[in-house]
């Protein structure tokens, strides 16, 4: 029987976090067929050896241990390659993304035949009120600056980092991904070349249950890398030759600054 769905999970010490996501999914999961896959970076908590545990009692679950490589879009994009169902689920191991949404948008997103399902904070969902506000402002920042980039394939949380992908729909653009940073979302939607039949599902965002967020500067330097990237390819030469000398001076006065 082939697998309906494969669900990426990158890591990076979510040691306490992962064995609680893993039961949760396959409860959801349960009238599907689906497989696991943990893309770890070498977690100093181990988290792989959790997930290898797991594994030994269910072959469904499966992890990969990335050993001098780090970055979520690049661990996600791994996964995927390796994924061997015909819709492949990107989520955070960090409990923030409600488990029992995703039963609803790979329904949804069979039945509506889409490319795409992403789960959103904005439309009609909602975040966790003890959400630092810094994080609030950081996140909704990002939002704007990414729906200005898209010329198409606009959705309302762009940033988002729970959604379900059709997997013909990502091989037609994963040569053109960036694949740096940790917003893979913005960079599936802006790198492909048509419009995506794109749905989009409400979601409460919760706050992390376990661990320390990732979010840094090198998080934001990556994702200003990832913009000005988008927009390189979208400019001629010689503007190329203008941007790149003013990037480079807003990266030197990004990194004095923090």
């Known amino acids: 029987m082939s697998i309906q769905l494969t669900i990426v999970i990158p890591t990076l010490n979510e040691a306490k976090n992962i064995k609680i996501l893993i039961k949760g999914l396959k ?9 696991i896959i943990v893309v770890d970076d070498n977690s100093s908590d181990k988290t792989y050896e959790v997930v290898n545990k797991i594994s030994l009692n269910d072959n469904r679950i499966s992890c990969i241990r990335r050993i001098g490589k780090k970055g979520l879009s690049s661990a996600c994009i791994e996964g995927i390659k390796s994924a061997n169902g015909n819709y492949v689920c990107i989520m955070d191991a960090d409990l923030q993304h409600p488990i029992d949404k995703l039963a609803p948008m790979f329904l949804k997103i069979m039945l509506k035949k889409s490319d795409i399902i992403v789960g959103s904070r904005y439309k009609g969902g909602r975040i966790n009120s003890n959400w630092p506000i810094y994080r609030r402002i950081i996140s909704r920042f990002a939002t704007i600056l990414s729906k200005i980039i898209l010329r198409s394939n606009k959705v309302s949380d762009p940033m988002s980092g729970f959604f379900i992908i059709k997997k013909t729909s990502y091989k037609e653009l994963e040569d053109r991904l960036y694949g740096i940073g940790f917003k893979i979302l913005f960079d599936i939607l802006s790198s492909s070349k048509r419009n995506l039949k794109i749905l989009e599902f409400p979601i409460f965002f919760d706050s992390r249950r376990y661990g320390k967020s990732k979010l840094n500067s ?30 480079i001076i807003g990266v030197l006065i990004y ?3 923090f």
């Open 27 to 35: 409860k959801q999961l349960k009238n599907f067929t689906w497989e």
């Open 218 to 247: 090198f998080v934001i330097f990556d994702f200003i890398r990832l913009i000005f990237h988008k927009i390189i390819l979208r400019i001629s030469n010689d503007v190329k030759i203008i941007f790149f000398t003013i990037t």
């Open 255 to 257: 990194f004095l600054f």
